[in-house]
């Protein structure tokens, strides 16, 4: 949630100032989760019982995500449930619990899982072949529906007992939980739903499950986390002003706790930063004034008759992360007559139906759907060709720059308003020369390939 507004002309004036904290509390809290770029989007967990057993059932559990940017990167995701009765889980398939719990009551044949509560995990990929279902093993790691629908899923198997053994008997799970890694998703309750169908590999026959419920989980950044993980800064060719991030838009320096940032500069900065070995996804980020993992660059690069061209460059601060299959989305009123796009791949969104002012960017396969860790080759970089529109097109009052951009479905901090670079003219400023173009030039390859 970014803004919460509530109109007050008209209410009654005899309001304490309690109720009305209470009523824009209530107001704020319906619309955290709700997400104006991607309105449908959230993650479904649908569970399909294939077949009963003499003391249970077993299900196929798969996680969908329809989210189009959004998408879990490692760790992975964590999903968990309450049992309405007693039941136990006999073994799974492609994926495991992370703990066993009480199973004492059992003299053999031990449950993989007797907790009122579990926690499942993904298995890892190279996990044995018999110990594998479709769409599983993969460390948890789901992507974006738009970005890669074939790897938008995940799924695992799992044997109940001591549960009901028919429809009329068996109950859902309550209270789910999703952790994708970490907190933001909000899991509604599991509801019953028309039973799955299946079709086999020839096409020739279809069978149905059992029973079939479904949950939907809605993501929330303001659940989240608390602070930005990631910032944007702006230049132009018309204007050798470079407008950083904000200073403190993901956090500030802590002199009191000197590890909380690494200056590249140091001297043994190779025995502080960890090897591309360890698995730590702590941010771990390069001092800055800013403090965030990620910076995204928009230039306003070059202005011809019929077009004009920007250069787009994310650059990871992050010495403990790379960003597998990243993407950018960019809301600009210009993207209905985007001609180019160099070396990303691009999507049209169209959160607002016929409004074609959103576009998702994500890099090319084994080329740049890597954005690597902090360092020399820490960004990637493409440049983007619009068409004008006559009727709409200027340079005046920031209109080159975009209104908002996410960086892997989390919303960046904009620079404001008044910093963004004006165009010169004869009441503000004399003509570009061409010694401050090329000085321009200069201080944005400073800033963009230095270290800020």
């Known amino acids: 949630m970014e803004f919460c507004v509530m109109p007050i002309s008209g209410f009654f004036p005899k309001v304490t100032a309690y109720t009305l904290l209470l009523f824009l509390l209530l107001s704020c809290s319906s619309t955290e989760a709700y997400d104006a770029l991607d309105p449908t989007g959230n993650i479904t967990i649908k569970w399909d019982i294939i077949n009963w ?130 907190p933001g998703y909000t899991c509604g309750p599991a509801k019953i739903v028309k039973p799955s169908k299946f079709v086999t590999a020839d096409k020739r026959r279809t069978t149905q499950a059992q029973m079939t419920w479904n949950v939907t989980c809605i993501y929330s950044q303001f659940l989240a986390q608390k602070t930005p993980t990631c910032c944007v800064s702006l230049s132009s060719f018309y204007n050798e002003t470079i407008v950083p991030c904000q200073t403190c838009a993901c956090g500030c320096q802590n002199v009191t706790q000197p590890g909380s940032c690494i200056n590249p500069k140091t001297p043994h900065i190779a025995s502080v930063v960890p090897s591309s070995g360890k698995t730590n996804y702590t941010p771990l980020v390069q001092c800055t004034n800013h403090m965030c993992p990620i910076r995204v660059h928009w230039h306003v690069k070059l202005n011809y008759k019929e077009y004009w061209r920007v250069k787009v460059t994310i650059t990871n601060f992050n010495y403990n992360m790379n960003y597998t299959r990243w993407n950018l989305v960019v809301q600009h009123p210009n993207f209905n ?115 800020a």
Not at 69 to 93: C, D, F, S
Not at 359 to 378: E, I, Q
């Open 337 to 451: 007559n985007l001609t180019t796009v160099f070396s990303f791949n691009h999507k049209s969104l169209n959160p607002y139906a016929s409004i074609n002012d959103t576009a998702m960017l994500w890099g090319v396969k084994f080329y740049n759907d890597l954005l690597t860790r902090a360092g020399p080759m820490g960004n990637v970089q493409s440049e983007l060709l619009f068409q004008k529109d006559q009727a709409t097109f200027t340079f005046e009052k920031g209109w080159a720059f975009p209104r908002r951009i996410y960086f892997n479905g989390e919303n960046c901090v904009m620079p404001p308003p008044e910093a963004y670079p004006w165009l010169p003219n004869t009441s503000s400023s004399r003509p570009v020369s061409t010694f401050n173009l090329v000085m321009t030039f200069l201080s944005a390859m400073t800033f963009l390939y230095g270290y």
């Open 53 to 182: 057993t003499p003391d249970g059932y077993v299900a196929v559990v798969t996680i969908y995500n329809f989210q189009q940017y959004r998408h879990i990167q490692a760790p992975g995701w964590t999903l968990g449930w309450t049992w309405a009765k007693k039941e136990v889980i006999w073994n799974m398939v492609g994926g495991q619990t992370t703990e066993q719990g009480d199973c004492s009551r059992y003299k053999a044949n031990l449950p993989h899982c007797c907790k009122k509560n579990p926690t499942v995990v993904d298995l890892m990929p190279g996990t044995p072949y018999n110990q594998q279902i479709t769409n599983c093993c993969r460390g948890g790691v789901l992507n974006s529906w738009v970005q890669d629908p074939a790897t938008a899923a995940s799924s695992f198997q799992v044997s109940v007992g001591a549960a009901g053994t028919s429809n009329r008997t068996v109950r859902v799970p309550k209270n789910f939980t999703l952790k994708a890694p970490g």
